[in-house]
């Protein structure tokens, strides 16, 4: 049984279903600038809500924000890094940078410890985040626990979470969310707040553009947010804009998951930790035997080296269309397609590592 939700994904991911029953519509036809990001250009990032808005912003060089968030609760793996790739690439294209560090959401849903979710937030995700290019000077960062140190924004921020609530229904919580706690009800009108609070004249100042990128496994909290936006006449707000990407596959199959150490490769692990992994883990797309895979060939839509080939590791389209055809084929063998992707890892890591070291005091010294 498939099950998409903000707690839980499981089953086979039939995106066009996706698309049909949340309502979103495929990305297609994207300015030139998009084509040079793989993740557009391979049509990961699949579907949208208002991205036209967006697009005008950038082609128009007018401001527009880019709001993402990150729950501080694990390692930092290559599920993560599609998001960093986009808040990257949108920080190049001129968005201005929010980054909710979720920490009262993740106290309520999975670690009451909030020094731990710190801690996590610092060394993992924002210290990768700089590793992999964001600037982070350039960027508003913030903990939902302390909004921030200025007391006319901190003020806005918490007055809007709390104002939300107002035009929202329990009802309508059960229909988006199904099973509801009064510690999700309280994320989620935190979380709508986060996405919209950029537009508010503490902050840009003025209603502007916002995009959100997320799994699809997020949409319950865009449409919340949206819906709610539309209602409080308090504030006029450009409606949200979002886009959707598909799931990295985990080692194993089903999605890439914090929860399972043998799910995932974090940016921390060593090359031989990541090769070990690799080679024990990595679902095959392959045959049963030599002779049979030679005759039949593998399937590289299941296998999980080619996947993570497919969401980056390989940035020549050439060459991983030879991949995908020899390995269809049967002429390149599953042992033979898990080396390419270890060759890959390995020289992703060992750059990215040597990144890292620079990138912890950079955030060391930002953050005190």
């Not at 024990?280 to 080619?306: C, I």
């Not at 991949?323 to 042992?335: D, F, T």
Request: hydrophobic share 35%; with cysteine; net charge positive.
């Amino acid at each position: 049984m498939t099950k998409v939700t903000p707690w839980e994904v499981k089953g086979t991911i039939d995106y066009d279903k996706l698309i049909k029953d949340f309502g979103l519509k495929p990305l297609h036809h994207l300015p030139t600038q998009f084509q040079d990001n793989v993740l557009f250009r391979r049509e990961i990032v699949f579907a949208h809500r208002d991205f036209k808005q967006v697009i005008d912003a950038i082609e128009k060089k007018k401001p527009f924000v880019m709001m993402t968030g990150l729950m501080p609760s694990g390692k930092f793996h290559f599920g993560h890094k599609m998001v960093a790739d986009q808040i990257i690439f949108y920080q190049k294209l001129g968005a201005k940078i929010y980054i909710a560090i979720a920490d009262i959401e993740a106290y309520n849903s999975r670690n009451p410890d909030m020094k731990e979710l710190r801690k996590t937030a610092i060394e993992e995700y924002l210290t990768n985040y700089v590793a992999l290019g964001l600037d982070l000077k350039k960027c508003d960062f913030y903990f939902q626990s302390q909004r921030s140190n200025d007391g006319l924004k901190s003020n806005a921020y918490y007055s809007l979470a709390n104002m939300l609530a107002r035009h929202a229904t329990f009802n309508e919580f059960k229909a988006v969310y199904g099973d509801i706690t009064p510690g999700k009800m309280a994320s989620s009108l935190l979380q709508a707040a986060d996405m919209l609070h950029p537009q508010l004249k503490e902050f840009e100042g003025k209603p502007i553009p916002v995009i959100i990128p997320v799994g699809a496994d997020q949409d319950p909290h865009i449409r919340i947010a949206r819906d709610i936006s539309k209602r409080i006449k308090e504030f006029k707000f450009t409606q949200l804009s979002s886009t959707y990407h598909k799931f990295m596959p985990g080692l194993k199959g089903g999605k890439m998951s914090s929860s399972d150490i043998n799910s995932y490769i974090a940016l921390t692990d060593t090359p031989e930790e990541a090769t070990r992994k690799i080679k024990k883990y990595a679902f095959s797309g392959g045959k049963a035997t030599l002779e049979e895979h030679r005759k039949k060939g593998g399937n590289p839509d299941v296998d999980v080296s080619f996947q993570m080939l497919l969401y980056g590791l390989e940035p020549d389209d050439k060459k991983l269309e030879k991949i995908y055809k020899n390995y269809k084929s049967g002429k390149l063998l599953s042992g033979e397609l898990k080396q390419i992707c270890i060759d890959k890892v390995t020289s992703f890591l060992q750059q990215h590592q040597q990144k890292r070291v620079k990138a912890k005091k950079l955030v060391t010294k930002i953050i005190q």
